[in-house]
Nanobody, 121 residues
Framework: QVQLVESGGGLVQPGGSLRLSCAAS????????MGWYRQAPGKERELVAT???????NYADSVKGRFTISRGNAKNTVNMQMNSLKPEDTAVYFC???????????????WGKGALVTVSS
């Protein structure tokens, strides 16, 4: 009942910047958290950053000071500005939402299809 669509991935040189965006749509009652996870080749998916409906943020230690997550202009959107990118940031970045739908009263995890970010010279 909830769809997430990412945009903004691409190829960037080390030290460069990218901005990821995610929009949620569907039968949404409330979104408690939105955030970004990433999965590098041969590795497991890991948390990058999250933001609550109240604006509280949480970051992985590896991206603190370089990445900034924020709520978008639309109600059910989230953005992440990524600066000083490193080759080890190369991964598929997945948008995540913890939400309740209008037809089911429990929190559920929803995932986007992913956006590829490649940091290489």
């Amino acid at each position: 009942q909830v769809q997430l669509v990412e945009s903004g991935g691409g190829l960037v040189q080390p030290g460069g910047s990218l901005r990821l965006s995610c929009a949620a749509s569907g039968s949404i009652f409330i979104i408690n958290h939105m955030g970004w996870y990433r999965q590098a080749p041969g590795k497991e998916r890991e948390l990058v950053a999250t933001i609550t409906s109240g604006g509280s943020t949480n970051y992985a230690d590896s991206v603190k000071g370089r990445f900034t997550i924020s709520r978008g202009n639309a109600k059910n959107t989230v953005n992440m500005q990524m600066n000083s990118l490193k080759p080890e940031d190369t991964a598929v970045y997945f948008c995540n939402a913890v939400a309740r739908t209008t037809s089911y009263g429990n929190d559920m995890n929803y995932w986007g299809k992913g956006a590829l970010v490649t940091v290489s010279s």
